[in-house]
């Protein structure tokens, strides 16, 4: 608790004995407090009493210079008695670790609470401190992939695997075959366009919080006064356009379009007005210079296309390693936010800077903060994918264990993932033939399925009734079912040879090891071959020209994801191949299955 450090004039009509009988003890007595004797050194007329009477008069003290101030000079309206600790200006510029905190609240609960910063007073200072807090720090120039628009398309996505796996720019927006407003559109236009009364969401800047009470009109107001007549720094990140004459003139990359779930799984049918669906795909974004968005990552782990308009960003990124996702959640929600640079947490920061005109996507997971160096109108959107659903699964997990309100995740994510489901078991009953990548990753978006289907069988009645709502019951008859045959089928077209649900594992897109329990099939048992049989297709010994691998956290990654690199060594390899055949009458005829496996060993003389 902070020292005591407040006081009112009115409490030296009290006395000792009423004073020790229930005075609370935040409240400083002084028996010259608010009188003329003594000035407030910010009072605009000399240090004077205005129309305040000195017995409403209240006084409040700084931690550091114990120096008195009028709350009505400093305090910017706000409420005294919340005040935990508080610094003058002079004092919060000497040092910029300091910060003005809140109390917190009385009531108890077992959920983590912060204390958040609060210094509405001084806005310059409390605006720059998140660069103050990055300077100096290890920073790493980019080497991202500059792509040209016609390149950024499926035949990308099939021809390179580690495609989507970092962010990439494009600096001019020829052959993304997207929409954009014309560069002219000025924030006033926004305003005019989406109606000045339109409720915004803006964000002041200095404690990374909601400001209240906006309207567009008000924000295109504040954006045209000039940098320096501004009394703080604020920043509009979640302006939501669907829907609206600004949403007709934006339309999203091509790439995006092709992989975005909601365009390609959710029902058109069930989107537009009076229709509940995830609108997520397009927002305006409008910040002012010297705007910064502390570390994030985009609700539930999804991907971002972002387009500047007119202006510039700067991008810091931390890549969404296990690793670096655990120090994520450490820091998320944690005391240390407002304090704490997370690039210290991870292993490595790239910087990235964007000016007009250029577009950049971001893929799943990356953690990243973002500056605005000037005035800047940006257009851009989030979308969920099937090749990286392991790690969108994973950003969820931390969103809710570190207790981020339903309003700040994405809209209908488990509805959602049932519509995708049910479209890939439509597509794996098809015969559809789906890469390999895709593949491991809808066994992901199965085991989480299954994981609902089980909270709809087993769960108490609260949770039963809140996972049954997320299942849409014109397309999902059977929930459970859905998801264990879609678990099934893609296990066997990965070229897993056991029919029942035993005990397994597959590598997940974390690198790490993920096993899936064994369970009994609920409503779905797969049909049973008729015929299996084993071929070994022989043996051959082969010798390659190949460094032999020297560190484990090196080589991993070479060897699971690519050909190794050349070197001085020899290495000798032996490779096994092993053929298996499977047969099966069907309703039409007779399904034949041949599955080869490839087995190598590798060894080097020393």
Known sequence: MAKPRRRSARNTLKTSEEIEEGTDPNVQVSANAGTSDEKCPACQDGGEQSSNSPDRESWVRCDDCKSWFHWRCVGQQGDLETVDKWYCHPCLSKDVTRSISHKLPTRKSSRKRITRDFADQHTESDSSKWLKMLAG????????????????????????????????????????????????????????????????????????????????????????????????????????????????????????????????????????????????????????????????????????????????????????????????????????????????????????????????????????????????????????????????????????????????????????????GESYLRDLKAREELAPRVLESIMSLADFLVSESRIIERGSEATKKESRENVPGEKVKDAPALARELRWRVKQALGYTSDTEDDHTHDDQRGGVSRMPAVVFKNFVPKKWDRIVDEDAGEEVTKVRVMRPSSLDKWVTTWSEGWPDEGAGEAEVSKRRKVMFRVRKTKSGIERQRIERTTEDWSWSE
Not at 284 to 309: E, K, N, P, Q, R
Request: with cysteine; charged share 20%; hydrophobic share 40%.
């Open 137 to 420: 720090k290890p920073i790493l120039k980019e080497s991202f992939k500059r792509m040209k628009g016609e390149e950024v398309c499926l035949a990308w996505i099939e021809r390179d695997p580690h495609a989507m796996e970092e962010p990439i720019v494009i600096e001019t927006p020829e052959g993304l075959e997207m929409k954009m407003p014309h560069e002219e559109l000025t924030v006033a236009g926004v305003a005019d366009i989406l109606g000045e009364e339109t409720p915004t969401e803006v964000i002041d800047v200095s404690t990374q919080s909601n400001s209240p009470g906006w309207t567009l009109g008000k924000w295109a107001n504040y954006f045209s006064t000039e940098p320096t007549a501004r009394e703080k720094v604020l920043n509009v990140i979640s302006l939501e356009i669907s829907g609206t004459a600004l949403g007709d003139q934006v339309v999203p990359p091509k790439l995006v379009r092709d992989l975005d779930w909601v365009e390609n799984h959710w029902p058109h049918s069930k989107r537009g007005k009076g229709n509940l669906w995830p609108k997520v795909q397009l927002y305006c974004l409008m910040g002012v210079g010297g705007a910064w968005t502390d570390w994030h990552i985009d609700f539930a782990g999804s991907s971002v296309y972002y387009h500047i308009l007119w202006g510039r960003k700067t991008f810091f990124f931390a890549r969404p390693t296990p690793e670096n996702l655990a120090a994520y959640e450490r820091w998320s929600g944690s005391e240390i936010q407002t304090t704490t640079w997370l690039g210290d947490l991870v292993d490595k920061v790239y910087k990235v800077e964007l000016v007009q005109g250029n577009t950049m996507i971001i893929p799943t997971g990356w953690i990243h903060a973002v500056y605005t160096p000037v005035d800047t109108l940006v257009f851009g959107g989030n979308f969920l994918h099937s090749l990286t659903v392991a790690t969108q699964l994973r950003v969820r997990d931390i969103e809710m264990t570190t207790h981020v309100p339903k309003k700040f995740r994405f809209p209908l994510f488990t509805k959602l993932c049932w519509y995708v």
